[in-house]
């Protein structure tokens, strides 16, 4: 279902200490939020951000996942080991997962699949490098990673999916999108979503994701196919994150 959803990536950041205060300090500052708010720490970290965030209305989730099951798969962790720690959402596709892990379009789509399975709702991650963006190869390249779910999971799915536009040369570079960038790819998505269900697409979360902060979420968000954020660096500051989360109505 769509809704206004703002995320925090903590990405491999954080320690027991740290995080304690962090999520602290982000439960007294969301009184008048209206969005839906989730942080994604470690895996290290979830049994700690499950007390934490026990009873609150902040949900949480892992960075990535296994597509199998359970067995001989050192270092990887399963969708069901996520919702043992009571997680609500899982990133798949992020683009550091995509260029530093080899992931693919197809891999990525079986680990959303994996996740719906398993009841969790995947944070699924797009997004195009500058040289695409430069060579006006943007549309084909967030086509072919949307088609492949698309063709994995059914369109139907998208109603379960969050969808995070993230342009990779705007991720932690301090170089946001202009919101009209943001709505032109949103659009895009939507309108390719809608090409195979018109339901489906206007009910699909889409987030932008890359170097969100405080002072540019209210425009960003403000965009009519823009839901929220998918926030890495600015979710490790309990106030700038607050701040942002309530920039999404
Ligand atoms: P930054 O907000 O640090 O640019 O990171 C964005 C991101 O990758 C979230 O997944």
Redesign the pocket.
């Given at each position: 279902m769509r809704q206004a959803l703002v995320a925090g990536?903590w990405k491999m950041n954080g320690s027991l200490e740290n995080n304690e205060a962090l999520l602290k300090g982000l439960l007294e500052q969301l009184d008048d939020v209206t969005a839906k708010v989730a942080v994604c720490p470690s895996f290290v970290y979830l049994s700690q951000a499950r007390d934490l965030l026990a009873g609150s209305q902040v949900g949480f989730g892992g960075q990535d996942l296994s597509t199998e099951a359970s067995g001989a798969f050192t270092g990887e962790i399963s969708a069901e080991m996520l919702n043992d720690f009571g997680c609500e959402y899982v990133i798949v596709g992020?683009s550091e997962r995509r260029d530093n892990h080899g992931e693919t379009n197809e891999l990525v789509a079986q680990k959303t699949q994996v996740a719906l399975n398993a009841g969790l709702t995947p944070l699924f991650c797009v997004g195009e490098h500058l040289e695409d963006r430069e060579s006006e190869q943007t549309e084909a390249v967030i086509a072919a990673q949307l088609d492949a779910a698309i063709e994995t999971c059914g369109i139907d799915a998208f109603e379960n999916i969050v969808i995070a536009y993230?342009p990779v040369w705007?991720?932690?570079t301090g170089k946001t999108a202009t919101s009209e960038q943001a709505q032109e790819v949103h659009a895009f998505i939507r309108n390719r979503l809608a090409g195979h269900d018109q339901n489906v697409a206007k009910q699909t979360t889409i987030l932008y994701?890359?170097?969100?902060k405080a002072a540019n979420a209210e425009e960003l968000f403000s965009m009519p196919d823009v839901d929220g954020g998918?926030?890495?660096?600015?979710s490790l500051d309990a106030a700038e994150f607050a701040a942002i989360c309530k920039a999404a109505k």
């Open positions: 990536n992020h993230e705007a991720i932690g994701g890359g170097s969100v998918l926030v890495g660096g600015a």
